[in-house]
């Protein structure tokens, strides 16, 4: 008897001589780690590339959470050439392995998102994979009304208070950009469904928004962003000559 199960590879790392150590999140929404051995051989079967997907067959002594891959059939690799979109997509997978959240709906729109991510929405999904992260871990920005009371007539958006604020309850350093306070909303209220028909133009000022508030009010930083950050430093210097 053997477990077969999709999944999507989220690092890969060499291991002992010839084998790689892989961290996977499956489509049960299991985050599981296990040794591909002889992986680097030449001859080396079972190879696996993070950011790819595969249906995997393990050895049945899977069932007590010790997994051994018998062998592997890819479904589709997510690698990309555009390495603002790479960036973005390892951004994402960082962010699934230091949650550490294991769902299988967020696995299902992970695996949404990387399908759907192209150059005209992907801050837009980004920021709604990262929302998602959000909200299963229990701490999203908080937009129902002002975080200090209870008004919901609201004026800026304050990062280290996490969440919007009013006119009373406003200090100089908040973000007072109404447009900006409506797409964070708006990320929140969408879903799966119907986030492509958002028609709100997200760009990187909003993921930066994104990546702060998860420094400050979850202590994660996400290093694959030092990446995404020299790559669009340089599109845009390459966009001025
Ligand atoms: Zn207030």
Redesign the pocket.
């Known amino acids: 008897m053997k477990d077969k199960i999709n999944g999507l590879a989220l690092s890969i790392n060499p291991y002992r001589e010839n084998d790689q150590l892989a961290k996977v999140f499956l489509q049960d929404g299991r985050l599981v780690s296990f040794v591909v051995k002889g992986a680097n051989k030449v001859n080396g079967k079972n190879k696996l590339n993070e950011l790819s997907s595969y249906l995997f067959f393990f050895d049945d002594n899977s069932l007590k959470d010790i997994f051994t891959l018998q062998r592997r059939q890819l479904n589709k690799s997510y690698y990309e050439y555009n390495m603002r979109l790479l960036s973005l997509k390892l951004l994402l997978l960082e962010a699934i392995n230091k949650f550490k959240i294991e769902d299988k709906e967020l696995y299902n729109n992970l695996i949404f998102v990387l399908d759907n991510l192209k150059d005209d929405n992907a801050y837009k999904l980004v920021c709604f994979l990262l929302n998602d992260l959000l909200k299963r871990n229990g701490n999203q920005i908080y937009t129902s009304s002002?975080v200090?009371?209870n008004?919901t007539v609201v004026v800026a958006y304050s990062q280290n208070r996490g969440g919007f604020?009013?006119e009373?309850?406003y200090k100089n350093e908040d973000i007072s950009d109404l447009s900006i306070l409506k797409k964070i909303r708006h990320i929140q209220l969408v879903d799966q469904t119907n986030v492509l028909q958002l028609n709100e133009e997200y760009d990187e000022e909003i993921l930066l928004l994104f990546l702060a508030f998860i420094k400050e009010h979850c202590d994660i930083t996400l290093s694959a962003y030092s990446f995404y950050a020299n790559v669009s430093n340089s599109d845009r210097r390459a966009s001025v000559k």
């Open positions: 002002c200090e009371c008004n604020v009013c009373k309850h």
